[in-house]
């Protein structure tokens, strides 16, 4: 405690309990670490994702002490708000010990003893960048970078995360976003896999008030997991989360994606539309969770996964949740996996295009209706701002 | 309390002294499993057979895929697996106290149904009854018995696919089945035969059918067509108790099985089914299901679609109150070319209850032309109840089509207002309003057991808000 | 006896101050109407009178024939009698109209007593005759899919229905043609009666033409302004509620 400040008691006291309710915190966190299994057949948010194939195989590269093989790129105008993340910063190492995962805590924990790659942006109260953030992430071996995003009240920003990996490579990335009140922020993140490549994510999404887009894409790797939890934690007028994802899956790839959509207070909107293309001998899992927390009224939370299977050899796991403690909630889940609307196909076709190019045709525009929906509500807020 | 009183509390639960001649005791040995076997007099190969699926039920793990948390709390020391009364019942009809006979009118209970609940003479007028009924079935070739005796009389039938749709080893509970089950129906219906009344279980229910782990298999030969319906209300027992039936359907080719239950055990029971059927080529599987009792269920009714164009529907209603969780759905799959399946669930949240819909529809390799749709619909009825949608949808190859729609949603306050304005009580409108959600369901419930389920909604919105 | 309101200060619950102070005497037998532009306070006034729990009673009362009608919930108010006809009128999913009906006059019925199934429908397919409305209606769910005219229609069947003391019909000329216009004023006229009143309240002078009001409010920013006879209706079509707004 700094009592160099004339602290008065009261004060004090609060600083003291805020304290040692955060060493209990992570006090717990690395308890969570200690007690995590590698994510087994047992392990409930891996099913289907064959954890004993992908997620051993993840935690033996982690465990061993191959050196970090990466580099990072950002673009940004205002230099100021960028800062490389340092080994060692322990209190932004706190910040990815406190954070949660869906099923992968001893990844995370295995994560969290590379510590030392990445980037972290801390964007200033009520100023706007108007050009976007660009950060690219690059390896050809082992990497695993954490970005941290901090949005101050009224700050505004767009981000670009790309993650690019050569053959072979491994990319496990640990993502971070505060987003506080007013504050709006749009971030895409774009995957470039690579021959027999792997990457796996864990964001988590963390709203006091304001607003974010969030976006996703995967393309090539052969192996790729998601998970992106999105907790509303304060809630004023025009707060909300979105959450958008738009892939295509072939050759043996398979894309295993989590959300949770966690409400702990009311009176916010969450919305998520993930949308998958499965050719050849592809798998897309999706499994998403709503959570209505109890006393978190007056909710509008939606969830809707659809998938287009072009393949006979195609596969395709969807498990959308809903759990929901609370009242006065507009909430719904819809899923719906299908091949090519025949009709459509042959209305393209009669008009001369070929039955590949229509079926190509028509699958870029389903995807690329996620990207749009993400995009036009981005400019739809930033352009008019949160409501007063 | 007085032997020979009667308990019963506002919510139509009721209870009578426990009187058994053979009981198990507690837990479940080879020793439990002799002693059911010298009960009923059951052949060695039977024997042999339960004491493997003990085995098998020691060694697996509860399920953690498919299941709830609130399955950590049942202790299976604590269970009794055998009792059967083996005495005739000593009361008659009009020793019954008057508020029991109330509650059954409350309630709609038929008649012969009221009889046996109360404890009266097991056998009741529904002796000849069940009879006459048996005389006409006979005549058609159908076998209507339970499974005890069928697994004595019609061995050929019966063997065969004694096991075969819902194997030992599907999961803990089927073992557990396997080892100590007692009770439940056997049915043929021949080839081309078509039941217009359906079969229900109270004609031949007996004490013994009452059993915790009854066993019914019924098959309906090529192009045969039959209902059956089961349960009703149940009397509550003085422990906790595990009620663990396994149920298995075989429709073959161009057969029609319909499958009702309207549950409605004591809330302290533990209410872990296993339903499935297996449709052939042309053949339909539907189960039409209602859970309003227990304190905790599990229960979902499967089709395996095993036979081209086989057709698969689950219509299922479940009302969770106070201190009940409903963990209730629907499974399909989807094993031959063009076959279709329908879900459709609605649950209603009351109090503190939780209802929760988990499923799984899943096209396998190969299998093209398959359709499913379904849908899940929650109403909460107040701050506290929970809802839960827990699909699971898996789809193989480019040329199936699968849909999955949920939605959760309150009793609109201006539909209250506007029913109240007309002068109705908030717990008419509120019964009324949850009747309306569930109406288009329970009409595919038979006429008696509709009247019932409607009658029991009344009771409980008249309890939770009267 | 007579519904009578006396200083009625009401607000949307935790929100505006809608109702400034309305006094009101509707006697039995007469039929009032309640004019005013929009926003004066109308729709308000017929909800905080049947009790809708988005509105909160500050200050004032409400008689019901001598009965404390804020003392009341809602289907007691109805029980007493007093009766609105919905400006929208609510869909109930799944709910027959006959269920429906049938449980409101079973409410009002003393314990112990059963509504005869038969006389019931019976009365019910005749008033529908009346009202030109499908007999296969009482098996539909309640408003459910109607058009705006449909459920004005099924809002009057249901007054015929469950025969009120005081019915306040909330702007039910909206949404109708004129020839529904005409079979549901054809409905209210054969209904008026000594033992009832009715308080109508519309924007238009078109609805009066059919049922002619005894006394004509108007209703502006929460307050009766003015109280006069049927020449007022005329007054109002010719100059708009300009000149109410000009007097203040």
């Known amino acids: ?388 | 309390m007085d032997e020979s009183t009667f308990q019963i509390d506002t919510r139509g639960e009721f209870s009578f002294p426990e009187n058994h001649k053979f009981d198990a005791g507690f837990g479940l040995t080879e020793a439990t499993i002799d002693y059911i076997c010298d009960a009923k007099g059951e052949p060695d190969w039977l024997r042999e057979f339960r004491k493997d699926a003990l085995r098998k039920f020691n060694a697996m793990p509860m399920p953690t895929h498919w299941a709830p948390e609130g399955i950590k709390d049942l202790d299976f020391e604590k269970i009794r697996y055998y009792l059967a009364h083996g005495t005739a019942p000593y009361k008659d009809w009009e020793e019954v106290p008057d508020d029991v006979k109330r509650t059954f009118e409350r309630l709609g209970v038929p008649e012969q149904e009221r009889a046996f609940l109360a404890g009266v003479d097991a056998q009741y007028d529904s002796e000849t009854a069940y009879n006459n009924m048996q005389e006409e079935l006979r005549k058609k070739g159908v076998i209507f018995v339970n499974s005890t005796e069928g697994l004595k009389e019609y061995e050929h039938i019966f063997r065969p696919w004694f096991g075969k749709v819902i194997p030992v080893t599907d999961n803990k509970f089927s073992a557990l089945n396997h080892a100590a089950f007692s009770g439940g129906s056997f049915i043929y219906v021949p080839k081309g035969v078509k039941l217009e009344q359906p079969l229900q279980a109270y004609f031949r229910i007996n004490s013994e059918s009452m059993g915790q782990f009854e066993r019914t298999l019924i098959i309906a030969d090529e192009g045969a067509e039959l209902m059956y319906m089961e349960g009703c209300t149940a009397p509550k027992y003085d422990s906790a108790t595990l009620h663990s039936g396994v149920v298995e359907l075989v429709a073959l080719k161009g057969a029609k099985i319909q499958y009702v239950t309207v549950q409605n055990w004591a809330t302290n029971v533990y209410n872990l089914v296993i339903q499935r059927g297996l449709a052939m080529e042309d053949a339909e599987i539907r189960w039409i299901d209602c859970n309003i009792g227990s304190g905790l269920t599990m229960k979902y009714p499967a089709v395996v679609l095993k036979g081209r164009r086989a057709r698969g529907e689950v219509v299922s209603i479940s009302l969770a109150h106070d201190g009940q969780l409903q963990d209730t759905g629907a499974r399909m799959i989807h094993a031959a070319p063009e076959t279709s399946s329908n879900i459709v669930a609605k649950s209603i949240s009351i109090g503190k209850g939780r209802a929760s819909y988990r499923g799984e529809v899943n096209v396998l390799k190969g299998m093209n032309g398959c359709r499913n749709n379904t849908e899940c619909d929650a109403l909460l009825i107040s701050a506290e109840s929970r809802t839960d949608t827990y699909p699971a949808i898996s789809v193989n190859g480019n040329a199936s089509a699968v849909q999955h729609e949920a939605s959760v949603s309150q009793v609109d306050e201006e539909m209250l207002f506007y029913l109240q304005q007309r002068g109705l009580t908030r717990a008419q409108a509120m019964s009324l309003a949850v009747n309306g959600f569930i109406n288009d369901l329970v009409k595919e419930f038979p006429m008696e057991y509709s009247v019932e389920l409607r009658r029991l909604i009344d009771l409980e919105m008249e309890d939770s808000i009267g | 006896m007579s519904l009578i309101i006396k200083d009625l200060h009401a607000r949307v619950k935790d929100g505006a101050t809608i109702l400034n102070g309305i006094n009101l005497e509707i006697p039995k037998g007469e039929v009032h109407a309640i004019m005013g532009p929009n926003g004066s306070g109308k729709s308000t006034l017929s909800k905080v009178l049947c009790g809708h729990p988005d509105y909160e009673v500050i200050s004032g009362s409400a008689e019901l024939d001598g009965q404390d009608l804020f003392a009341m919930s809602v289907d007691e108010r109805s029980r007493a009698g007093l009766f609105l006809a919905f400006q929208y009128p609510v869909e109930v999913p799944g709910v027959t109209n006959a269920n429906f009906m049938r449980a409101a006059l079973q409410a009002r019925m003393p314990k112990g007593e059963e509504l005869d199934a038969v006389s019931f429908y019976k009365e019910m397919r005749s008033k529908m005759k009346s009202l030109d409305m499908d007999p296969r209606f009482t098996a539909r769910a309640v408003n459910e899919g109607f058009s705006g005219g449909e459920k004005k229609r099924n809002d009057i069947l249901q007054m015929m229905m469950l025969n009120p003391s005081y019915a306040i019909l909330d702007e039910t000329d909206s949404g109708l043609d004129v020839d529904a216009l005409k079979i549901v004023s054809e409905g209210v006229n054969a209904m008026r009666a000594p033992f009832r009143s009715f308080v109508i309240i519309t924007h238009y002078k078109r609805l009066l033409d059919y049922i002619k009001p005894d006394v004509v409010h108007v209703l502006y920013k929460g307050k009766i302004v003015r109280t006069a006879g049927y020449e007022l209706v005329a007054q109002i079509e010719q100059q708009g509620f300009d000149f109410i707004k000009s007097e203040e």
């Open chain 1, 1 to 388: 405690m700094d009592f160099s400040q004339n602290l008065s008691m009261e004060e004090a006291f609060a600083l003291a309990e805020a304290e040692a309710k955060l060493n209990a915190a992570l006090q717990a966190a690395s308890q969570r670490f200690n007690d995590a299994k590698i994510p087994d057949r047992y392990n409930e948010d891996w099913r289907f994702g064959q954890p004993a194939k992908h997620a051993v195989a993840l935690a033996e590269i982690l465990k061993t002490n191959v050196p970090a093989r990466g580099s990072i790129s950002v673009k940004c105008a205002d230099s100021e708000v960028v800062m490389p993340v340092s080994a060692e910063d322990d209190e932004l190492k706190e910040t990815v010990n406190l954070m949660p995962t869906i099923g992968s805590d001893a990844l995370l924990g295995l994560h969290i003893r590379r510590f030392g790659e990445g980037i972290c942006l801390m964007l200033e109260e009520n100023t706007e960048i108007k050009q976007p953030i660009i950060i690219t992430y690059e390896t050809d071996g082992l990497y695993t970078p954490y970005t941290f995003i901090m949005a101050a009240p009224g700050a505004k920003a767009r981000i670009e995360e790309h993650h690019k990996c050569a053959d072979g490579a491994t990319m496990f990335c640990v993502r971070n976003i505060h987003v506080m009140e007013g504050a709006q922020i749009a971030v895409e993140l774009h995957e470039h896999g690579s021959i027999d490549s792997r990457c796996m994510n864990i964001t988590d999404i963390h709203n006091l008030g304001g607003a974010v887009q969030h976006f996703t894409s995967h393309a090539g790797h052969a192996w790729a997991r998601e998970e992106t939890i999105a907790e509303v934690y304060a809630a004023s007028p025009g707060t909300s989360i979105e959450l958008y994802s738009a892939n295509r899956i072939s050759g043996n790839s398979v894309l295993d994606q989590h959300t949770h959509q966690i409400h702990h207070i009311g009176g916010a909107k969450s919305n998520l539309l993930y949308k998958n293309v499965v050719d050849e001998n592809g798998t897309a899992i999706f499994a998403g969770n709503i959570r209505v927390e109890a006393g978190a009224h007056c909710t509008d939370a939606y969830q809707t996964n659809r998938n287009l299977l072009l393949s006979e050899k195609s596969t395709v796991h969807s498990l959308p949740g809903l759990e929901i403690l609370a009242d006065k909630v507009r909430c719904s889940h819809g899923s719906a996996s299908s091949p090519v609307d025949e009709e459509a196909l042959f209305y393209l076709t009669s008009r001369g295009v070929s039955r590949a190019n229509a079926q190509e045709l028509i699958s870029t525009g389903f995807l690329e209706d996620a990207y749009n929906k993400f995009r036009k509500s981005f400019d739809e807020t930033y352009t008019s701002g949160l409501p007063d």
